[in-house]
C-alpha cells in the first residue's frame, strides 16, 4: 500500500484495494481463458509463460476451483474473495469453464467490493483471525452461511433485474402499434398556410 494511504479514510482505502482486486482478479480470468483455447487449438504452446500456465491449470488448485464452480455455481466467485488462497484457483476456474463474461464481470465486482471493504475498515488480518474463530461455533457458522445466502441473492436479484430489462427494451405493449396507425389515419391533413405577398385584391 502506497504510504500516502496511511491513516487514509475508507473511501480512499476502499478504492485502491478493490481497483487492485479488480485488475488482478481480471487478468487471472482471462490469462486462464485464453490459454485453456489456446492449448485445445494448440496454438501459442512454444511459448515459456504459456507452459506455466498451462502447468498450473492441469494442477490440483485449477481442479479445487472447477470442483468449486460446479458445485456452487457463480456464488464460488464472490465467496472467493472472503477466504485466503481462493480467488486465483476460483477465478482462473472460472476462465478456463469460459464462464460469459457478463455474468462473470457482475459477480467479480461483488467480490471486489467485499475484498475492499475488509481491508478498509477491520484489515485482512482481523478478517481471517474472525472468519477462523467463527467457524469454530455454530454462531459463526451460521454467520458464514449468511453471508453466502447474502451473496446468491444478490447474483439471483441482478440476473432478474438483467432479464426484466431485456424482455422490457423494445418490447411494444399489446395493442399499442393498432392505436398508433388509428391515430395517424384519423389525424386530419392540414394544408400548408398561404403565403403572404402583401398584395391586396
Not at 110 to 133: D, E, K, N, R, S
Not at 156 to 164: D, K, P
Not at 182 to 200: C, F, H, L, N, R
Request: proline share 5%.
Amino acid at each position: 500500500m502506497p504510504d500516502s494511504l496511511n491513516g487514509a479514510s475508507f473511501w480512499p482505502l476502499f478504492a485502491f484495494f478493490a481497483s487492485i482486486a479488480f485488475l488482478r482478479t481480471l487478468a487471472t480470468y482471462w490469462i486462464a481463458r485464453l490459454v485453456s483455447t489456446w492449448t485445445v487449438e494448440r496454438t501459442h504452446t512454444e511459448r515459456a509463460w504459456v507452459r506455466r500456465v498451462q502447468g498450473w491449470l492441469g494442477g490440483p488448485g485449477a481442479a479445487r476451483g472447477r470442483r468449486a464452480l460446479e458445485r456452487w455455481g457463480l456464488v464460488a466467485v464472490p465467496a472467493s474473495f472472503l477466504m485466503s488462497g481462493t480467488k486465483t484457483i476460483v477465478n482462473g476456474a472460472a476462465g478456463i469453464l469460459r464462464v460469459p463474461f457478463g455474468r462473470y464481470l457482475a459477480v467479480m465486482a461483488l467480490g471486489c467490493v467485499l475484498h475492499g471493504t475488509i481491508y478498509a475498515t477491520v484489515g485482512w488480518a482481523a478478517w481471517t483471525a474472525a472468519l477462523a474463530a467463527a467457524t469454530g461455533s455454530p454462531a459463526g457458522i451460521a454467520v458464514l452461511v449468511l453471508i453466502v445466502v447474502l451473496i446468491a441473492l444478490a447474483v439471483v436479484l441482478h440476473r432478474r433485474h438483467s432479464r426484466a430489462a431485456g424482455a422490457t427494451l423494445g418490447a411494444v405493449p399489446p395493442g399499442a402499434q393498432a392505436e398508433h396507425e388509428a391515430a395517424t389515419q384519423a389525424a386530419p391533413v392540414q394544408a400548408p398556410p398561404a403565403q403572404e405577398d402583401g398584395s391586396t385584391t
